[in-house]
């Protein structure tokens, strides 16, 4: 379903002839979103017309076009997932690649100000030659630094030290579905971006909430994040060693350790001392499928994985990194992890302390540049499942749920035989919180690996409401419209807060509300 | 057929859609400013102007899912100078093939009748003049008119051949390179002939354009000459004559009793081993463009034929194995090598090198049907070099030379562009 003609240049008009299109060819690519699909690559509608704004004020121009035709919008970064997409015929689309500037590095109040297709990566360097260094989500750093910190969760494993996107958000300016500009925090009153609360009731938890409104509130077109205190090198120099990039000098006073422990409580229970004591950078308890991905691929990965090898060295393992500013801290940091490691029955792996170890993991970890190998490249269809952040308990629990529901459909051979725990977890806030992701690896082109793959799936949704796991990350948006009715009973009815939030800010519904609510009726 | 969208099937689905395309390998950005990796979806935005959006848009063909061939989609397809920096990009983290589907749709399309006017132009002056600028074939040879040097096509014997290739033979302003390279070749003792007005196209430009109908008769012709003329060794000054020839030519199934060489590899073995001495100090700061050609593009492909078989329940295992191209074999060094050896030069280096370089912008037929994109293109490199204090570029192929100049031309600038050849020329 396509656009009017008279609407069409009534956009034009605003992003220029060149930002604009309804070419198929152009609306095609856009409809490639393997993540979220329930099989293959094609998301089943495609938007009326793509538009590329390059301001602010272009982007309120077109919400009010929107409000004005009663024409749906959606909003997009870096555009990976489904969610990106509208899930409504005849919706506009706003790839929002042009507005791309890195606007300040504020390096005595550490925090930068982005637009929204701003990756990782770019303000990552940027904030190293200030001394400073940024939070990197779980999937990359090739994803928005905006669009996590504004309207999608926003978790990854150097949260140890760096918190999360949405906690790490200050000053925001937000265009509201309507077309209104709304500043968040001291940006309201002129006083710049170094607080995202007040003056007032703060707006953040209705903006973003626990997990964001996935583009179903609008669209944020500035805003500012904390950064945090970088003690390495202004630049981090590569050298290749296939087939990986490693840092051509090992960094000073930073040192990555594996370990493994006897049983999963052990291992949780080192987590939690090691964030009481407040001595890591980054925490991942990481998966024997996922170290072994990281490591190797095709035939090479299969046969270190039938030996059992990878099994047996990290059944319950986590990478730890320490990272100090001088000599004193780094011994003191040194002698407390191995305190804490020799408590908890933790042993450190063999390669732990060799250079290769050092040098594999470091770009992994401080450039999170490696995430694809053991997620989307083994199989082609990846997803995941559980996601509620909270407590280290609860992150337990999770993975229990999650691998013997994994089991079952391993045993089926509809998706990828990781060894049915294959989480993710990590620990935010120096163990304030825990968060687990359960992955899922299969074969969207199979039409039974992904129908098994989405089973599996539903069968975890609906564990986290029976065994009381908490709210399914990635689930509530890619299950889309009337999905959080799903979870919201069992979550203080928050899908009704939702509706009414809608209502208030968009009343014409003209954000789409497929990834978050409709107004309520 | 050497291009087959069906051979690329499972890249074309396999694709995670994460953009890792339209940067440079993640852990090598260096800065913001020059934190892009490809020229198309940097210069044009939409997704599909990127090596994704073009896997999504050759699979959309593949399929049948696009009905009408539009203006915009054959836009889509061409404003790409096949770079393959989306390649190595998509390779650091996969065993994804990005340029040869790329290739394969503009096949698809030639297949289909779909071209643009502008390489029927290219074409007609390949079938008949041998060349792809629509240059009379008679005045190919006129770059070395004067110089004492063997013609080979005239029944002459050498053991090497230098084959110049369309930009040097034709465009007088770096013709003098090709004579200056011949010179230096007999310097050194090297037993060297060229093949005249009789040179061909090495075609390949044809096949990055999709046309290999075209490219299979002139590779195979040049082969056949070259076999005919008894030379063990082929040396190019162009990198894009050399990466065709290094790693498509050995695709066609051909015997190939001769070795393929660039220019800056034989130079710098000829330093090397002291029969080319660099004496005369240049003093300046210069950095060092990598064409895509000579670097990431010319490892030897080695297409994959094979079957997929699920173990561990979903894995995909190819059998055989796949022989990823990530482009780290590509010629980085002698280049570097020679310029270093050069008394007086400070090399310095830009942002984006190597597998990870930014391309020029001339590739792929972009120079002749979209100047402005092309000249775009090379000024970001420009801007590049000048962010890292460098006075001058040095590059090793007359299409990025080409190029740059013109860039500077158009904006004003005076930022000398030299080739390898020209400073040793110079130093001597």
């Given amino acids: 379903m396509g656009i009017s003609r008279d609407v069409y240049r009534s956009f034009e008009s605003v992003v220029g002839t060149e930002n604009i299109s309804d070419d198929p060819a152009i609306l095609r690519s856009y409809m490639y979103q393997p993540f979220g699909s329930k099989k293959g690559v094609w998301a089943d509608i495609s938007p009326a017309a793509v538009l590329m704004p390059a301001s602010t004020e272009e982007v309120v121009t077109i919400a009010r076009i929107c409000n004005r035709h009663h024409i749906v919008f959606k909003a997009m970064s870096t555009g990976w997932g489904i969610h990106n997409l509208p899930g409504v015929e005849g919706a506009v689309s706003l790839d929002l690649r042009r507005m791309d500037r890195i606007l300040e590095i504020d390096e ?46 926003g978790y990854g494993p150097d949260g140890l030290s760096m918190g999360y996107s949405g906690r790490n958000l200050l000053g925001v300016e937000w265009v509201l ?23 007032g009731p703060s707006l953040r938890g209705i903006m973003r909430g626990w997990e964001g409104a996935w583009g179903g509130l609008g669209v944020f077109t500035k805003c500012a994040v904390k950064l945090f205190p970088w003690n390495g090198p202004t630049e981090l120099e590569m050298k290749t060693t296939p ?26 229970e080192a987590a939690r001392k090691l964030g009481e004591a407040e001595i890591g950078y980054f925490i991942s308890r990481l998966s024997p499928a996922f170290i072994g991905l990281q490591m190797a691929a095709g035939a090479d990965y299969v046969n270190i994985w039938n030996t059992g090898m990878l099994q047996d060295m990290s059944k319950y393992a986590f990478l730890f ?158 299950v889309g419209k009337g999905k959080h009715g799903v979870f919201g009973p069992a979550s203080f009815n928050y899908d009704k807060w939702l509706c009414k939030i809608k209502s208030a800010f968009d009343p014409n519904n003209t954000a789409d509300p497929t990834a978050y609510s409709s107004p309520e009726e | ?87 190595s990009s998509c390779k650091y983290n996969s065993e994804l093939e990005v340029l040869w589907p790329i290739y394969s749709t503009r096949a698809h399309l030639i297949s289909m009748g ?81 093949r005249g007005s009789q040179e061909s196209c090495c075609g390949g430009m044809a096949f ?40 498509v030519y050995p695709l066609l199934g051909k015997e190939m009793k001769f070795e393929v060489l660039h220019i800056t590899q034989y130079l710098d073995k000829l330093i090397k081993e002291g029969k080319i001495r660099l004496n005369r100090e240049i003093p300046s700061r210069v950095t060092y463009h990598d064409p895509c050609n ?93 962010s890292v204090g460098a006075e001058a570029i040095v590059t090793a192929c007359p299409w990025c030379e080409r190029n740059f100049k013109d860039a500077i031309a158009t904006s004003g600038d005076a930022m000398p562009v030299y080739d390898v050849v020209e400073l040793v020329k110079q130093s001597m």
């Fill in chain 2, 208 to 247: 990055q354009l999709g046309f290999q109908g075209e490219f299979i008769k002139f590779a195979e012709s040049n082969i056949d000459d070259w076999h005919a003329a008894g030379v063990s060794t082929v040396v190019t000054s162009c990198a894009c004559c050399f990466g065709i020839m290094k790693s």
């Fill in chain 1, 321 to 478: 990194v320490i990272f100090a500013g001088t000599e004193g801290e780094f011994e003191y940091l040194q002698k407390v992890l191995a305190a804490i490691i020799e408590e908890t029955g933790g042993q450190a792996s063999p390669i732990s302390d060799t250079q290769e170890m050092q040098e594999l993991t470091a770009t992994a970890v401080i450039k999170v540049d490696a995430v694809l190998r053991s997620s989307f490249r083994p199989t082609g269809g990846f997803n995941t499942s559980f996601g509620a952040m909270d407590t280290m308990d609860l992150a337990l629990n999770q993975i229990r749920a999650g691998t013997e529901l994994k089991n079952k459909y391993i045993r089926k051979g509809v998706i990828m035989d990781d060894g049915g725990d294959n989480s993710a977890t990590i620990v935010l806030d120096q163990g304030h919180l825990a968060y687990t992701e359960m992955l899922v690896m299969y074969d969207h082109h199979d039409d039974e690996s992904a129908e098994g793959a989405f089973q599996y799936i539903a069968e975890a949704n609906q564990a986290c409401l029976d065994r009381k796991l908490g709210s399914p990350i990635f689930q509530v948006s890619q």
């Fill in chain 1, 243 to 268: 087939p990986n990039y490693v840092l051509k000098e090992p960094i000073k006073y930073y040192k990555a350790s594996f370990f493994n422990f006897p049983t999963l409580e052990n291992l949780a």
């Fill in chain 1, 177 to 199: 579905p309507t077309g209104e500009v709304v500043k968040l925090g001291s940006l309201s009153t002129g006083s710049g971006w170094f607080c995202g609360d007040g003056p």
């Fill in chain 2, 1 to 87: 057929m050497l291009l087959d969208l069906k051979d690329y099937m499972s890249d074309m689905k396999g694709c995670a859609r994460c953009s890792l395309c339209k940067w440079p390998p993640l852990a090598q950005i260096k800065s913001w400013r020059f934190s892009n990796t490809c020229p198309s979806i940097t210069r044009y935005n939409f997704h599909a102007y990127s090596g994704g959006g073009r896997l999504a848009l050759g699979l959309a063909l593949a399929e049948g899912k696009l009905e009408d061939i539009s203006d915009e989609l054959l836009n889509i397809v061409y404003h790409c100078t096949a770079c393959g920096a989306c390649d």
């Fill in chain 1, 108 to 153: 005595k109040n550490m925090f930068a100000v982005v637009e929204p297709y701003v990756i990782c990566a770019q303000l990552q360097v940027e904030a190293m030659r200030k001394g400073l260094n940024c939070h990197i989500i779980g999937a990359g750093s090739n994803t928005s630094v905006l669009a996590s910190a504004t309207s999608v969760a």
């Fill in chain 2, 114 to 194: 779909y071209f643009l006017p502008e390489h029927s132009m290219i074409l007609d002056s390949l079938r008949k003049e041998d060349n792809t600028l629509m240059k009379p074939k008679a005045d190919r040879g006129k770059w070395a008119d004067g110089l004492e040097v063997k013609d080979l096509s005239r029944g002459e014997h050498a053991g090497v051949v230098y084959h110049a290739g369309c930009q040097y033979c034709y465009d007088p302003e770096l013709s003098i390179t090709a004579r200056e390279t011949v010179t230096l070749l007999q310097k050194a003792g090297v037993d060297v002939g060229i």
């Fill in chain 2, 294 to 386: 000579l670097g990431r593009k010319s490892e030897i492909y080695i297409p994959w034929k094979g079957t997929e078989k699920k173990v561990l329940g979903q894995f995909i295992l190819r059998e055989p194995e796949k022989v990823i191209h990530r482009g780290w074999n590509g010629v980085y060094e002698p280049p570097r090598d020679i310029i270093k050896s050069i008394p007086g030069i400070k090399l310095v280096e830009m942002e984006r090198i190597k597998e990870y370089s930014w391309c020029c912008g001339a590739g792929a037929g972009v120079k002749q049907c979209f100047d402005d994109f092309a000249l775009w293109t090379a000024s970001e490199r420009i801007a590049e070099a000048k």
